[in-house]
């Protein structure tokens, strides 16, 4: 989990023999999970700005050593911190004491740093946000995927998600008229040309991979480098010239969730100007039960090589059950029919302009259904569409199975057992994602059937799915593969009922 800063200061009144009486402040920072920036440390007058603590320590709580500096061994847990804020304590010209086993002491006697460099020494750890709460290689992984324009090209064709993007922000092009816009992962800066189009002054694209180089070769190449600024770096760690009024990013992954990029959307909150909006403002998640025998079969064979008993004259049955479970943890990503949902979604809602980080870690979606015919029931369906609150027009994109197909289709967990249920029985499922630091989620569903109370549970890895493309399951690392692209964003499945999580 990422970690909490709780920032405390104490002043003392010194009198010493030989000089003036003087106020000795000593500041502490206690860092453990989970993070929050520290936005309470601006100061809110001249006095407090004038403020110079001559003495910082850096606790840590030793139960969370391991985790903040995973996969560094606890005991070079200091040696990480210091390395973390030493750029930002050569700008004071400090001096670090190591002064006990988890405290480390920062000697500001020699200098007076203004208020903006004490609070920097601070934020070094806030910007960490994003590197404590993702594995290096799997971002390694991820920023590289995003690197390649073929992996662009599948996003901007899908014209389902790139017209309603570009209607959201020409529809509303009162509301972008000489604002000020940030590019929340601006890949091609795409985006960004289209706020620049809907009358943008300014527009900062910021992102982290070297698609920004690819970027800025359009930019400047379509005469827009008067507009548009390109920014290499994560959102987490880098800072804008100046406070924004709109937010616009494409942030959704399969299941919406899945590679944690809302997180990053709603930490680019620190730039938005107090009443500023964000495009898209908010997202609901639905979750249905399906119904479909031809994907569990096609899941089933995919583990029957494990069966054979005499492979070369080796019995390879005793490995059939891992196999299984194997398939079955990979969640399926496909055009799901529509005919195969099962009663009503259930959905979640997700308001960016409020939600927290924190809050992104872990989802939970209760979903019950009630048979009125024999059915058998082979998993949940998930699906999302995001609102575009729009202050002339609403705009929506949606993923439900009901609407054109998208880069992102349905994700479907299967059950590794069936349920078949008669009419009148109840099945109750919980839905819980996980985030972990594969920039994904684990996904865990437990189920209860009633009146009979028997429970199973299932498991599954969103970070490792299978693509099923006409039959064809494929496995891909990113959220897209070649679609098939409808012309115009749909409304969600009707009548489900948002539960809220905003803030």
């Not at 010493?16 to 007058?45: C, F, I, K, W, Y």
């Not at 806030?126 to 992984?141: G, V, Y």
């Amino acid at each position: 989990m990422p970690w909490k800063c709780q920032f405390t200061e104490l002043g003392i009144t010194v009198s010493p023999a030989d000089g003036p009486t003087r106020t000795q402040h000593n500041a502490t920072l206690v860092v453990s999970p989970p993070l929050e920036r520290q936005s309470a440390m601006e100061p809110e007058t001249e006095d407090e700005a004038a403020i110079v603590p001559n003495e910082v320590c850096f606790t840590f709580e030793p139960d969370a050593a391991a985790a903040l500096f995973h996969p560094v061994p606890p005991e070079n847990m200091l040696v990480c911190a210091v390395s973390a804020i030493q750029t930002n304590i050569t700008k004071c010209m400090a001096t670090i004491t190591l002064a006990s086993s988890d405290v480390i002491t920062i000697d500001f006697t020699a200098c007076r740093p203004d208020f903006a460099v004490w609070r920097s020494v601070f934020s070094s750890f806030a910007d960490m946000a994003f590197h404590t709460t993702r594995d290096h290689s799997s971002a390694k992984e991820y920023f590289g995927y995003y690197a390649l324009l073929s992996q662009q090209q599948n996003m901007l064709t899908d014209f389902t998600r790139t017209s309603t993007y570009q209607y959201a922000c020409l529809a509303n092009s009162a509301q972008f008229k000489d604002k000020v816009v940030c590019d929340v992962g601006c890949g091609t800066g795409i985006l960004s040309f289209f706020s620049a189009r809907a009358g943008a002054r300014k527009v900062y694209g910021v992102d982290a991979s070297n698609m920004a180089d690819r970027a800025q070769a359009l930019v400047a190449a379509n005469g827009k480098s008067d507009v548009i600024t390109i920014i290499k770096g994560k959102v987490e760690d880098i800072d804008l010239p100046e406070q924004v009024d709109i937010l616009i990013s494409e942030p959704m992954g399969m299941a919406l969730l899945n590679e944690r990029m809302l997180e990053s959307y709603v930490h680019a909150r620190k730039f938005l100007k107090p009443g500023g909006t964000m495009f898209p403002t908010s997202s609901t998640m639905y979750c249905a039960p399906f119904t479909d025998e031809q994907l569990y079969q096609e899941m089933s064979s995919r583990a029957s090589f494990w069966n054979s008993e005499n492979f070369f004259g080796v019995d390879l049955q005793a490995l059939k059950a891992h196999a299984r479970h194997e398939v079955f943890r990979q969640p399926v990503i496909d055009a799901s029919p529509a005919q195969n949902l099962l009663g009503h979604p259930a959905a979640i809602s997700f308001d960016f302009l409020t939600i927290t980080e924190e809050e992104l870690h872990e989802v939970v979606i209760p979903v019950h259904f009630e048979a009125e015919i024999p059915v058998t029931v082979h998993g949940l369906s998930i699906w999302f569409d995001v609102l575009f609150d729009g202050e002339v027009e609403k705009v929506f994109l949606s993923t439900s199975p009901a609407s054109p197909v998208t880069h992102w289709y349905q994700t479907r967990c299967v059950f590794n057992t069936p349920q078949l249920l008669s009419p009148g029985e109840v099945l109750i499922c919980t839905l819980k994602f996980t985030a972990n630091d594969k920039q994904s989620y684990d996904i865990r569903i437990e189920s209860v059937r009633s009146p009979s109370n028997e429970r199973f549970v299932d498991k599954y890895n969103l970070k490792e799915p299978h693509f099923r493309l006409d039959g064809y399951f494929s496995t891909f690392s990113g959220r897209s593969t070649p679609a098939q692209f409808g012309a115009s964003a749909a409304a969600a499945v009707p009548g489900a009922e948002p539960s809220d999580m905003s803030t």
